[in-house]
């Protein structure tokens, strides 16, 4: 249905960056969701209707909105989960090297078992780190490259890939 007159001045009675808000169900600009008429602060909107619409569409309209909301919060509940766990991993990667350092002649004849000390008390860890770690153990006991730990940028990467497994992101 065409916007009309009625609808247009409603419309001006606000700032012309409040008017005609897009909201996007994904990060490109083709995939609009919803558009809202007037997007006011504190993240409420304002649809203005004149003309009559079908409770049906009104529901839909409110599930659009929550649908949005929900994804909007799980993603920024994502992000602050994984920035929380990624803050731990220099500790863990300090305590890997503090092993090293202070276990030198065990390191040398068998790292599997310094990295089995690790597994072993981290019962509290996420299952991500624990896994990581069995990981190393297996490739110790392979004889595969796992020289990753001995930088804190590639260790950790391999612990954010981890991580992301973990969340599913």
């Known amino acids: 249905m065409p916007i009309g007159k009625w609808h247009n001045k409603m419309e001006s009675l606000f700032d012309e960056n409040m008017r005609e808000v897009k909201f996007y169900c994904s990060t490109t600009d083709t995939n609009v969701c919803r558009r ?7 993240r409420r909107t304002c649809e203005v209707q004149h003309s009559y619409i079908a409770e049906k569409e009104i529901i839909k309209r ?11 919060i799980r993603i920024e509940l ?3 989960i994984e920035e929380y766990y990624k803050s731990y991993h220099i500790d863990i990667y300090n305590y890997l090297i503090n092993l090293q350092e202070t276990n030198v002649k065990l ?20 299952t991500y780190i624990i ?3 069995k990981d190393i153990n297996t490739k110790i006991e392979e004889d595969d490259d796992y020289s990753y730990i001995n930088n804190f940028e590639t260790f950790n990467k391999k612990l954010n890939i981890n991580l992301k497994k973990y969340f599913d992101i």
């Open 131 to 133: 896994d990581f770690f």
């Open 36 to 42: 809202a008429d007037i997007l006011l602060n504190n």
């Open 78 to 80: 994502l992000n602050a």
């Open 62 to 72: 409110f599930n659009d909105w929550d649908n949005s909301i929900t994804k909007e």
């Open 107 to 126: 390191w040398e004849e068998s790292p599997s078992k310094i990295i089995d000390k690790i597994i072993k008390e981290s019962n509290n860890y996420p």
